[in-house]
C-alpha cells in the first residue's frame, strides 16, 4: 500500500504522559499536514513541512506540542504533558503540489483518549 | 476557526434520490475542494474547482463554485448505501497558502 500511514491507530494515555504519533507520506511529496479533528466538526490546521522545513504552525499548537519532520520523509507529532482536552482525531495528509494548495491525501488517522 | 460552513449539518434520504449539500465560506480562495469521510476513517477526495470555474462533473458528484456569493454546492445523484458518510468542504486561501481550511460537514445517511 503506498498511501499515506499513520501510527499507532489508537493511543489511550493518562493526563501528564506523553505521547508521539507518526506519519510515513506518500513517497514522492513534499508537503506533509497535520489536522486536529474533534467529534463532529471538520480538521482543524496544526502545522504543514514543505520537505523538511515545518512553514507554518496554528496557534492550535500550544508549546507542549512538537512536530518534526526530519530530512524530509517521515513526520512525528509528540504532545507532552497530555490534558483531557487533547483528545481527538490527528490526521497527517500529504500532497505534491507544484503550483497552489490541490488535493491532500489523508491517512486513516491517530485516535488519542487522555484519561 | 473553520472557513467554511456546510449547510445542512445533517441529511437522511432513500437510496435512489440525489443529496445537495451547501457551503459558504468568507475570504477569497483559490480553490474549493470537497472531501468525504467515513466513520471513524480518514477523508478522501472528491473534487476540486477553481475559483475561475462555475461547474464541475466526477461521475454522480457535481460541483458548483459562486464566488460572488463565496458559496459552493456538492449534488451526488443517484445515491447509494455506500455513500453514506460525512462531507466536508475545504478552501484553499491563496496560491502562496497551502493550509486547506474544512468546515465542520454535512452527515449524510442513505437509507437503502
Known amino acids: 500500500d503506498t498511501g499515506v500511514s499513520q501510527n499507532p491507530r489508537h493511543k489511550i494515555t493518562k493526563r501528564g504522559q506523553n505521547v508521539t504519533f507518526r506519519c510515513d507520506p506518500i513517497?514522492?511529496?513534499?508537503?506533509l499536514y497535520w489536522y486536529r479533528q474533534t467529534l463532529g466538526q471538520g480538521p482543524e490546521f496544526l502545522t504543514y513541512?514543505?520537505?523538511?522545513?515545518?512553514?507554518?504552525k496554528s496557534r492550535l499548537l500550544s508549546d507542549r506540542f512538537s512536530a518534526e519532520r526530519p530530512k524530509g520523509s517521515f513526520s512525528t507529532l509528540e504532545i507532552q504533558r497530555t490534558e483531557q482536552g487533547d483528545s481527538a482525531m490527528y490526521l497527517c495528509a500529504s500532497s505534491l503540489d507544484p503550483a497552489g494548495a490541490g488535493e491532500l491525501f489523508f491517512g486513516e488517522g491517530s485516535r488519542l483518549t487522555v484519561l | 476557526s473553520q472557513q467554511g460552513e456546510e449547510d445542512p449539518q445533517a441529511l437522511s434520504i432513500q437510496e435512489g434520490e440525489n443529496a445537495t449539500m451547501n457551503c459558504s465560506y468568507k475570504?477569497?480562495?483559490?480553490?474549493l475542494q470537497w472531501y468525504r469521510q467515513n466513520s471513524g476513517r480518514g477523508l478522501v477526495h472528491l473534487i476540486l474547482?477553481?475559483?475561475?470555474?462555475r461547474e464541475k462533473h466526477s461521475g454522480r458528484l457535481r460541483v458548483t463554485l459562486d464566488t460572488s456569493k463565496k458559496s459552493s454546492s456538492l449534488l451526488i445523484t443517484a445515491s447509494r448505501a455506500a455513500d453514506t458518510a460525512s462531507y466536508f468542504c475545504?478552501?484553499?486561501?491563496?496560491?502562496?497558502?497551502?493550509?486547506?481550511?474544512f468546515g465542520a460537514g454535512t452527515t449524510v445517511t442513505v437509507r437503502a
Open positions: 513517497s514522492e511529496h513534499n508537503r
Open positions: 475545504a478552501t484553499a486561501p491563496g496560491s502562496n497558502d497551502y493550509k486547506l481550511s
Open positions: 513541512f514543505q520537505n523538511e522545513a515545518q512553514l507554518e
Open positions: 475570504t477569497s480562495i483559490n480553490n
Open positions: 474547482i477553481r475559483s475561475n470555474e
